[in-house]
């Protein structure tokens, strides 16, 4: 069977810190779904994509890398954009410009497993959408990943944000935050306990913190991380990286229950992303590994 990957897709066009500008397929769900498939996942992505040039790269990109493409309703006259600034660290601040409409989705049990996460769970009217398929796989058993990507250059108000997030992660059997995501829902608590608290209802969370490595939590219980070593180029598309390889450990063991995993297992999990994502930030732009690479 497959994962199905929904959300938006798009094309990063980066301002690099000399000066220059690049433009790369970008977007955290489409990062994800190639990812995953680069990792031997069968994956299937729905999205919208514009019918534009930008679009036609989308398309090209999904296509070498054997992603499975599921064009929603309402498909784009433009494809949605990413402005991506890079500091001389290569870490990467961003302005949107993205549509987001779709009205209906996959059926979820056709799926092994179902992703969500970033404006596609924030921004309406889609995001009504994504809600009830997330209910909907939850209620047939099928596992449900959620990977938040708060984006404060399209909303700074973080009330809007939480609620988005409580909307969906009770769904959620795997949850991932980066540390920015965690420092806007969670005001002022430690990552450490936002992970142990968020993983208390049975869920698998991991919390990735750039240089500092991640933490992935279980019932209450905490194993840290540190980062695999890298010469980093840029940030884009690490966490991405990072949740692919969440989701390809996943698809190796036929999705077992996260309360079953023992502390061996979820850092052997973290590991295996952490190198993922090692990998990611040291090529330009989201360019997740292959199999191959770990």
Known sequence: MTLLVVGESLVDVIEHA????????????????????????????????????????LRSCLHDDAVMLSPLTGDLTRTSVARATLDAAGNATYEFDVEWGPTSFPDPSLYEAIHIGSLGTFLEPGASAVADLALSADVLGIPVCFDVNVRTSICDDPDLWNRAFA??????????????????????????????????DGALVTITRGAAGS????????????????????????????????????????????????????????????????????????????????
Request: charged share 20%.
């Open 18 to 57: 000399d000066g220059t500008r690049s433009e790369h397929p970008g977007g955290s769900p489409f990062n994800v779904a190639r990812g995953a498939s680069r990792l031997s996942v069968d994956t299937e992505l729905a999205t919208q994509l514009g019918t534009d040039e930008y679009g036609s790269l």
């Open 167 to 200: 909307r969906v992660c009770g769904y959620a059997r795997i949850l991932r935050l980066s540390e920015d995501d965690a420092a806007v829902l969670f005001e002022d608590t430690d990552v450490l306990t936002v992970a142990s608290e968020l993983s208390m």
């Open 215 to 294: 933490c992935i939590a279980q019932g209450g219980r905490i194993i840290e991380v540190p980062a695999a070593p890298t010469q980093v180029v840029d940030t884009i598309g690490a966490g991405d990286s990072y949740t692919a390889a969440v989701l390809a450990w996943f698809s190796i063991y036929n999705w077992p229950d996260p309360a079953d995993l023992h502390d061996t297992e979820l850092l052997d999990l973290a590991t295996y992303a952490s190198r993922a994502a090692a990998i990611t930030v040291a090529r330009p732009g989201a360019d997740p590994p292959f199999i191959r690479d770990l």
